[in-house]
Every structure is written in C-alpha cells, then in structure tokens.
C-alpha cells in the first residue's frame, strides 16, 4: 500500500499563511492592548505560530493507519523522561495503545537577529536529540521499536538570512562547509547532520519571506533537507507502527 503524503505541499502553503498570518495578529493584539515586547517577540508570544504544520502531521497520522491513535500537544501532555535531565516538553507526541511513536520538535526562526539565535537553535536541536536516544537506550521508554524523532525549522528568507557570514577561528580551521556560509546554508548542515548521525529520524529546513503571508511560498535547501523527505519518513514511520 503506498504512503499517503496528505497533500502535503498545499498544506504546507496554507501553514506559511498561518504562520505569518498569526505573527501579525500576535503583534496588532499587543499593540491594541497597549504592551508591546522587543524587536520580533511580539509575534510569537502567543505560541500558535505553527498550528498549520502540526495540523498537516496530523493528517499523515490519519492517512497512514493510525486514526485512533492518541496526538499530544498540549504543554502537561509533551512530556517525556530524560536522561541527562529529569523531562523534556516536546511540541508533538504520537502515542498508540501506550507506546510512543514519534516526538516532533517545531520550530522557527525570523530576523532581525540570527546569530545568537542560530547558536542556540543548534545547541538544543542537539542536546535533546542526545538526551533522547540515551533515554531510549536505557529503556525509558519501554521495550518497544525505536519512535520516530523530527526536527523542523521554518526560517524567514532575508538578505540577512542568505548573506555570507564570516568566522574566526585562530587556533583550528572550521570545516569548510561552514566558511563563509549563509544562517539558512547553515541550518541546510545541521538538519543533514542531524540525521546522518542519527540524532533524529528526519530534520528539516524550509525558507520563507514575510510577504508569503499572501502565497504561501516557501523554498527548501536540499532535497536531503527538504520537507518531501521529512514527510516521507514520518509516513513511513506511521504506517510501520500500523502494521506492527
């Protein structure tokens, strides 16, 4: 039976329009209410920013053999025991007759600042997909096949998101890869990384300028890092754990 990939590229559109769409109610919603946090966070304090992709993994779930099984993403329901720390609140948990089947990360980032926010967003990226695997390792979460792990990131396409950045590294090269390399090119490493040392199952990078909250236009880095192989995996993963 084939995998039913949800019509994923519309679905995808219309999460860009969400996205953008919720920032800009998030920060006309404080301006009206006369308090207004610094630079972008005004159009993220609401949490809602991207409801359309976890609505869009939802539907794969559906689609794929897993209707009855139970979606988590409310904040006391996310969360999973750790090993080097205590929990971890994920975004998105798949859960089917009390074994867990993927935990997903969502995240974003949108300018004007990037560098600090890069350097954190691969940090935790990182620390959480090791903290799992160890977790999962030393059973944590029963003695089942190994969940799906995803980390997606939709990006704002800028000038200062694509312009090359310098490094100084006076003691050791950076890899080459790296030199001057652009904040998305960047995330493009990391999200294959990510995956090649099987940190996380699928990993994902999508751009996407602030005037898409009309289109819905996005690009993708790399057919490794792109959202079609993302959502394969995911299918798969799915339809697997319906089988079993």
Known sequence: MPLDLANYEQKASDAIKAFWGNREKAKQKQIEAGV??????AGVT??????????LLLDIVRANGL???DIHMTSTLVTLPGYFRPTKKWDLLVIHEKRLVAAIELKSHVGPSFSNNFNNRTEEAIGTAQDFKTAYRENAFGPHPQPFTGWLIVVEDDRRSRSPIRDTSKHFPVFPEFKQSSYLKRYDVLCRRLVQEQLYTAAAVIATPRDAIDSGAYVEMSELTGLRPFVTAFAGHIAMAAAL
Request: charged share 25%; proline share 0%; no cysteine.
């Open 36 to 41: 207004i946090d610094r630079g972008e966070r």
């Open 46 to 55: 609401d949490g809602q920013n991207l409801n359309g992709f976890v609505a």
């Open 67 to 69: 209707s009855h099984a």
